[in-house]
T-cell receptor
Framework: AQSVTQPDIHITVSEGASLELRCNYS??????LFWYVQSPGQGLQLLLKYFSGDTLVQGIKGFEAEFKRSQSSFNLRKPSVHWSDAAEYFC??????????????FGRGTSLIVHP | DTEVTQTPKHLVMGMTNKKSLKCEQH?????MYWYKQKAKKPPELMFVYSYEKLSINESVPSRFSPECPNSSLLNLHLHALQPEDSALYLC??????????FGSGTRLTVV
């Protein structure tokens, strides 16, 4: 069974500083990996996804993530954080069942706090 | 249309009430999902419909009853809920690698 570990419950950064959110996964085959962001009271928005190919993935809102098979990691990065990036971030790994669509398993989430 | 629309956005219901949550998408996605999310926690999968058939039920209590009338609609019927069922209920849809899209959720409060 797949699993995801987000080791940081909270991350605090200053506006304009760089950001890295950590994600480690456990899955027997090549994983489908995702990062989602959730603002308070809202649904989850997909930031980026990795299925195969280039291990550096570009997403929306200036985010990127790098898939490192040797470290079983898929860390999320942003070079300069904006106050509007404050939110909950979920890493997820997806397995593809026989029905053709995948079911993501979510990490516990990392809460990003941005100081002015 | 690239959205999953959920109604209502907020719902307050008593423990003896019957209510329904609705979810709609017009992206041609053939898998639809219900999730329950408590504050500061990740979403928990409840049900999966694949091609309008229930394919996964994660041991959800029978007071939650899903329904998929057609490929665009997903309902969650609620009856005799408990206060601990208060949560954000999220609907999502997907189709292969086309993406996994979440709605904005229904904030449910059981009193």
């Amino acid at each position: 069974a797949q699993s995801v570990t987000q080791p940081d419950i909270h991350i605090t950064v200053s506006e304009g500083a760089s950001l890295e959110l950590r994600c480690n996964y456990s899955y027997g085959a090549t994983p489908y990996l995702f990062w989602y962001v959730q603002s308070p009271g809202q649904g989850l928005q997909l930031l980026l996804k990795y299925f195969s190919g280039d291990t550096l993935v570009q997403g929306i809102k200036g985010f990127e993530a790098e898939f490192k098979r040797s470290q079983s990691s898929f860390n999320l990065r942003k070079p300069s954080v904006h106050w509007s990036d404050a939110a909950e971030y979920f890493c997820a790994v997806g397995a593809q069942p026989s029905g053709g669509s995948y079911i993501p398993t979510f990490g516990r989430g990392t809460s990003l706090i941005v100081h002015p | 249309d690239t959205e999953v629309t959920q109604t209502p956005k907020h719902l307050v219901m008593g423990m003896t009430n019957k209510k329904s949550l609705k979810c709609e998408q017009h992206m041609g996605h053939r898998a639809m999902y219900w999730y329950k999310q408590k504050a500061k926690k990740p979403p928990e999968l409840m049900f999966v419909y694949s091609y309008e058939k229930l394919s996964i039920n994660e041991s959800v209590p029978s007071r939650f009853s899903p329904e998929c009338p057609n490929s665009s609609l997903l309902n969650l019927h609620l009856h005799a809920l408990q206060p601990e069922d208060s949560a954000l209920y999220l609907c999502a849809s997907s189709h292969g690698r086309k993406g996994y899209t979440f709605g904005s959720g229904t904030r449910l409060t059981v009193v």
